[in-house]
């Protein structure tokens, strides 16, 4: 059996590092060629709208662990949620984490966080930033906004539900700065982020300057976990149903998210 030959970026930590670094690069030269507008002003006073609200448990209990990675996490979000807060995403502007947020360096702060990559847990400076665009995108799950760019943790499921209040599959993955979340404004409506950390939680409001014509209930549905070949697998749907605001009425309904992750726990009995 002939022996799979490695890429590029797998010989030698020097070859991953041009291969990310190539990556960053290319990244700047596609943005600058597409000609984005990016959401960059920011403005003190809230908007009047609250469009959605929610919290982010810090420090979950995630199997095995080390909870000095949850504390480090804690740091490093302290640190990027004020690059985002306050931000305004007007008509025809592109939200960027990673344009508002920039590199996550020891230099700037950063501490080693737990990381995931290829579906495994690791760990790396910076570590904890998935937890903050899960936020914003549950938050923009509810609003009128456009999600242009999203990435997800696909095929697993790494740890037990523990204090879990939003779907299984809702999720985001991102690496500085070529897996990113973007949305894009593409209504005649102004929308404001508001990140902060109150100590125990990540929090974060989506507020606008003018009520939403529709508002949205994300949910679960059909979930459940099933046996294959080699595993198990946690199985479900994600959906979002677009409601009239006046009547309560369902408008639309959409599957956001299909789920097939294999399990990567002991589940009970």
Same mark, same amino acid.
């Given at each position: 059996?002939?022996?799979?030959?490695?890429l590029?970026?797998?010989?030698?930590p020097?070859?991953y590092?041009?291969?990310?670094?190539?990556?960053?690069?290319?990244?700047?030269v596609s943005?600058l060629?597409?000609?984005?507008?990016?959401?960059?002003k920011?403005q003190e006073k809230?908007?009047p709208?609250l469009?959605?609200?929610?919290g982010?448990l810090?420090?979950r209990?995630?199997?095995?662990?080390?909870?000095?990675?949850?504390?480090?996490?804690?740091?490093?979000?302290?640190i990027?949620?004020?690059?985002? #807060?306050?931000?305004?995403?007007? @008509?025809?502007?592109?939200?960027?984490?990673?344009?508002?947020?920039?590199?996550?360096?020891?230099?700037?702060?950063y501490?080693?966080?737990?990381?995931i990559a290829?579906?495994?847990t690791?760990?790396?400076?910076?570590?904890?930033?998935?937890q903050?665009?899960?936020?914003?995108h549950?938050?923009?799950?509810?609003?009128?906004l456009?999600?242009v760019e999203?990435?997800?943790?696909?095929?697993?499921?790494?740890?037990?539900?523990?204090?879990?209040?939003i @779907?299984?599959?809702t999720?985001? #993955?991102?690496?500085?700065?070529?897996?990113?979340?973007?949305?894009?404004?593409?209504?005649?409506?102004?929308?404001q982020l508001?990140?902060?950390?109150?100590?125990?939680y990540?929090?974060?409001?989506?507020?606008?300057?003018? @009520?939403?014509?529709? #508002?949205?209930?994300?949910h679960?549905?059909?979930?459940?976990?099933?046996?294959?070949e080699?595993?198990?697998?946690?199985?479900?749907?994600?959906m979002?149903?677009?409601?009239d605001?006046?009547t309560?009425?369902?408008?639309?309904q959409?599957?956001i998210r299909?789920?097939?992750?294999k399990?990567?726990y002991?589940?009970?009995?």
């Amino acid at each position: 059996m002939k022996k799979q030959r490695k890429l590029f970026c797998e010989i030698s930590p020097l070859t991953y590092r041009i291969s990310v670094e190539k990556g960053i690069l290319l990244r700047h030269v596609s943005d600058l060629s597409h000609g984005v507008r990016f959401a960059q002003k920011r403005q003190e006073k809230h908007l009047p709208v609250l469009v959605y609200r929610h919290g982010s448990l810090i420090r979950r209990r995630l199997g095995n662990v080390d909870m000095q990675l949850q504390e480090n996490k804690a740091v490093n979000l302290s640190i990027a949620a004020p690059k985002v #807060s306050g931000v305004l995403i007007r @008509p025809g502007e592109t939200f960027s984490f990673w344009k508002l947020v920039g590199r996550t360096t020891k230099s700037r702060g950063y501490r080693e966080g737990l990381m995931i990559a290829r579906g495994n847990t690791s760990q790396g400076v910076g570590g904890g930033m998935c937890q903050f665009t899960n936020l914003i995108h549950w938050m923009v799950l509810h609003s009128e906004l456009t999600i242009v760019e999203h990435h997800h943790h696909d095929g697993v499921d790494l740890f037990p539900d523990f204090n879990r209040t939003i @779907p299984f599959g809702t999720g985001t #993955s991102i690496t500085y700065n070529y897996l990113d979340y973007r949305v894009k404004n593409n209504t005649q409506n102004t929308y404001q982020l508001l990140t902060w950390v109150d100590g125990e939680y990540l929090r974060g409001e989506l507020r606008a300057l003018r @009520p939403q014509t529709f #508002s949205f209930h994300v949910h679960a549905v059909n979930e459940h976990f099933v046996h294959e070949e080699d595993g198990t697998y946690r199985c479900g749907e994600v959906m979002r149903d677009q409601l009239d605001r006046k009547t309560g009425e369902i408008v639309s309904q959409q599957v956001i998210r299909k789920n097939h992750a294999k399990v990567m726990y002991e589940l009970d009995a």
